[in-house]
């Protein structure tokens, strides 16, 4: 059974920065797509950064290109997300998602995905 779970959320400044974890079990994660998705209260779920199946290039939604980074780590069977210079609008529930299926490339599309973590909460405030 293919199980993620996603921590390192917290309360954060403006300016500051979190490093996000997503565990995996019932797969390993070095070789399927990975995106990470947020959900802020009252919009849709919107994809920030995926790491693409096959040959591991990364994609970023413009709101975080320059500020966020997604990488693997193969050993840990974990994906993680850097992210820098929040801003209090990156404020919302991060999830990550995989699914076998996709076997090139990714893309920050939440409906391509069939497996999620239950998220974790990143606010950035005052």
């Known amino acids: 059974q293919v199980q993620l779970v996603e921590s390192g959320g917290g309360l954060v400044q403006p300016g500051g920065s979190l490093r996000l974890s997503c565990a995996a079990s019932?797969?390993?994660?070095?070789?399927?797509?990975i995106g990470w998705f947020r959900q802020a209260p009252g919009k849709e779920r919107e994809g920030v950064a995926c790491l693409s199946a096959g040959d591991g290039r990364t994609y970023y939604a413009d709101s975080v290109e320059g500020r966020f980074t997604i990488s693997r780590h193969n050993v840990k069977n974990t994906v993680y997300l850097q992210m820098d210079s929040l801003e209090p609008e990156d404020t919302a529930v991060y999830y990550c998602?995989?699914?076998?299926?996709?076997?090139?490339?990714?893309?920050?599309?939440?409906?391509?995905?069939?497996?999620w973590g239950r998220g974790t909460q990143v606010t950035v405030s005052s």
């Open positions: 998602a995989t699914d076998p299926r996709i076997i090139s490339g990714c893309r920050l599309l939440a409906l391509e995905y069939d497996y």
């Open positions: 019932g797969l390993t994660l070095d070789n399927p797509a």
